[in-house]
């Protein structure tokens, strides 16, 4: 939208996997299924703003984020 940019990443969770692929994410779910176990699932996206079109930045600021919030997402996505 005019020189205003974002990036983001994204990525989806089911149990213990993490994957960037939706259908790996829902076959895990599926199988898991069949076998008994309730799987939780969530599409995890982080945004954030790049200044001055600085993509690298943006890209390292949103990594520093992940490594922060990683170890708190099994207790808010099990």
Do not use: C, H
């Not at 829902?26 to 299924?33: A, E, G, N, P």
């Not at 995890?44 to 922060?68: E, G, S, Y």
């Not at 990683?70 to 099990?78: Q, S, T």
């Amino acid at each position: 939208k005019g020189a205003f940019r974002q990036m983001v990443l994204y990525w989806f969770k089911a149990g213990n996997l993490n994957t960037d692929r939706y259908v790996k994410q829902q076959l895990k779910v599926v199988l898991d299924l069949l076998r008994g176990r309730r799987t939780s699932s969530a599409l995890i996206r982080i945004i954030t703003t790049v200044k001055n079109a600085d993509n690298p930045a943006a890209l390292a600021l949103l990594k520093k984020f992940v490594l922060k919030i990683e170890i708190l997402l099994p207790k808010y996505v099990p």
